[in-house]
DNA sequence: GGTCACAGGATATGATCAAATTTTGACGTG
DNA sequence: CACGTCAAAATTTGATCATATCCTGTGACC
């Protein structure tokens, strides 16, 4: 029997019990969520299985589930790139998330917890932290894993589906915007809805969170009319 | 300029442009759509690479984007079915195509032509004759084109897209609802959304979409609380 | 300016390895 | 003696890789 393991790429890796075309898969994900890849920047295959130190076949696979998710563009010729969003395009994400995100946030509310609600204090203080110092990976993250938290608690898995695939389309242009406004500039009601959710007042989480999504999309429309605009 | 085309494998087809994992993708996702997968059922790769007579990585990379269409589930130990809906999935399914699919309406209602409506109408006609010779595929297919139909005039690529998405989750289960209660007594509100969509009333054709979509996922709830109940 | 060859990259195949399910058989118990 | 339980072999299926083939865009050359 061999029994020399075969070589160990990833480094240091507590649960391998992951296929990895998931791994790729998560990796990739967080890399456009956190606004390590640029709108329009190419995507190839070959450059990945390198940077990632993964086969064809897995990276492949995880392209492909990114294409569905949006989150990559398939352009005809069989070149792959991180999509540039068009101010049409924000404002239909605009409408879904506000319709999904606010249900979302209704329904949480009303599952919520003191354990949750005191880990969400938690997470809104390092994300004011990452704010403070101009951050933007850590706004990027504290402030995704705020609404995720949210989300997490309305029992509600094909909604909190449906809203992730609409984070991984405009995750990339969230990092252009911190680059333009710097993270100080950028408001948010994660305060309204600690109130509302103290108050257990579904409502006003729901609106608070609708207004949140809202100002954050009109921020990414800006910028987008800028560019345009320059253009 | 290379006259002589390459060997075309499929036999008479104009379009054989499409790249192998792209054809099986469009396959399989018509077996969700229009019936041909049961709700639970296994799907194999292997088992996909003989009847559909394609290699093993198409097949994985069209079954890794219906994964993330939500239209085949991946079950940790690495088998993929096609998923069984809850009551709780398709109360979410219909929050949200509800809140989709009337805006969609809302919108294609301002940019419809005479052309197009007349297009509907003979859709609507093919499913109205579906329906009374109890054929289950020409209904679903011709229910999925009305809509699609419509879908297509909103002007909103992002929004359709979600909306495809929704529908493959449901796709096996609106089978198993024809199976239930036959196509005879399959209630729509197709002729409420012509009559809107001549006059140009846009809330009134949002509005029996809206009644449309809530509907036809009360009939999958009320399938899938029956099955419950048996068990 | 048009054509052709070349290079980079994507697609597709089959082989090989690993994991999970199913089959099978042995054993103990009622 | 029949049956149920458990374990290990065998088979089925999934995951990964290396390689071959093909497409696309580019640049040299006429």
Not at 7 to 18: E, R, T, V
Not at 182 to 188: A, K, R, V
């Given at each position: 029997m061999n029994l020399i393991k075969k070589?160990?790429?990833?480094?240091?890796?507590?649960?391998?019990?992951?296929p990895a075309h998931e791994i790729v898969y998560q990796r990739l994900k967080a890399q456009i969520l956190f606004g390590d890849m640029a709108p329009g920047q190419a995507v190839t295959i070959q450059g990945l299985t390198e940077s990632l130190g993964a086969g064809m076949t897995p990276v492949r696979e995880a392209i492909r589930r990114l294409i569905s998710d949006g989150a990559l563009t398939f352009q005809g010729n069989r070149r792959v790139k991180v999509p540039e969003m068009t101010v049409a395009d924000v404002e239909q994400v605009t409408f879904v998330r506000t319709s999904i995100e606010a249900e979302l946030a209704r329904r949480a509310t009303k599952n919520m917890d003191a354990d949750t609600i005191q880990s969400l204090e938690n997470i809104d203080s390092r994300l004011d932290a990452a704010i403070s110092v101009g951050d933007v990976e850590g706004y990027l993250k504290h402030n995704y894993d705020f609404h995720a938290a949210i989300y997490?608690?309305?029992?509600?898995p094909i909604m909190v589906d449906l809203a992730e695939r609409l984070w991984l389309r405009f995750g990339p242009s969230l990092r252009v915007v911190c680059g333009r406004f710097?993270?100080?500039?950028?408001?948010?009601l994660h305060k309204e809805m600690m109130d509302g959710l103290h108050r257990k007042d579904a409502e006003a989480v729901a609106m608070a969170m609708a207004q949140d999504v809202e100002q954050g999309m009109n921020l990414v429309a800006a910028v987008l009319a800028e560019q345009d605009a320059a253009r």
């Open positions: 070589s160990a790429i990833a480094p240091a890796d507590p649960g391998q019990k992951a997490a608690q309305a029992n509600a710097g993270t100080q500039n950028l408001p948010d």
